[in-house]
């Protein structure tokens, strides 16, 4: 072999080397990455109760009552929470012409908006039960997560929602 | 042929400076989601509000007050009886601190129901999601948390088994020190 062979053959060799474990690495972080950022689809979870931020308590038949539900992780001090308000509202009225009702908390009681209302169709629980926070690992605001009828997720999302998630959570319902 | 094999060279150079470079990217993310909200040693977040009732059986939204130390523990369900017999005994050898027990499933909560009133803490049947993950790690742990109210600080400690872990107790908890 020449010698310019010789080193092409050497720089490829060093590129195969550097790129395998880099390929690999980056599958390892994606696989962190998607472990630690949503629910598995199709896990059941306990309908999360709670007690609303008007002092309601929402027991386990009224949060099974409607076809679907619709959980969001979120917080007033979470600027994308703020930013990604557009899109929730879009989505959650989208799900609830679909059936669902939405459930919203957050860290502690002091997340949630001073004006917060409670609805029928529309839940902001102040206090959850330690069920919900031994089933349902979030790890950051906002994450969205769907669920039908027995809880058990069709479609989650860790971070703001972007174009065509709205799709993809009513398509999880049907 | 050495075209191609320098276009090949070149691809795969280009390739391994792509991936590399995303790497450092999704080991950044991975880093920033792992500080900014797991749940570490570092972060440790007592309930601050609940649904429960104090010792009275009178319904409360908040820890105990009055003592600068609340010890606040993750009571189950499977045993209920033999942990509130030990928790009740905690505020005679303590009285300058106050309990409170957080039901960390649903039979604790149906047994704190029947036995409401007749405790000696408060109990709380539901609390802010981020301290009751914190609580059932420290439980997780073999330990339950004493929060200094005036600095915020809190402090883990084992849980006590028995009554006379209980009293050693003394030497550990901070009005006793």
Redesign the interface.
Known sequence: MTM??NW?QR??IL??L??VP??G??YY??H??YS??GLPSGLRV?PV???TVSGE?ITGSAAAARDCHVLR?TSIHCHWCREDEPSWQALERDLQRRGCDSTL??????DIPKDAVSTTDRHWL?????????EI????TPTTIVFDRQWRVTWSKMGILEKGDLEKAARSVK | MRFFDLLLCAGLLLLAGFVVRLDFRDARSVNRLTTTTALSQAAPAAIRTLSGFDRLGKPTDQLPGGTKHVAIFLMHGATFRAEADLWNSARGLYPTMEFAGVCGDAACIRQAAATRGKLNFTVATMGDYYALRRLLLTDDGGKFMVLNRESGAIREVDTPKSSAELTRLKSILPENQ
């Open positions: 310019p062979g092409l720089i490829s590129a195969i550097i790129n880099a390929i690495a980056h972080f994606a962190r990455f630690a950022a306990t109760t709670g007690v308590e992780y908390f957050g860290p502690t009681a002091l102040a206090v959850v039960p330690a069920s919900a926070a031994r690992k979030f790890f950051a």
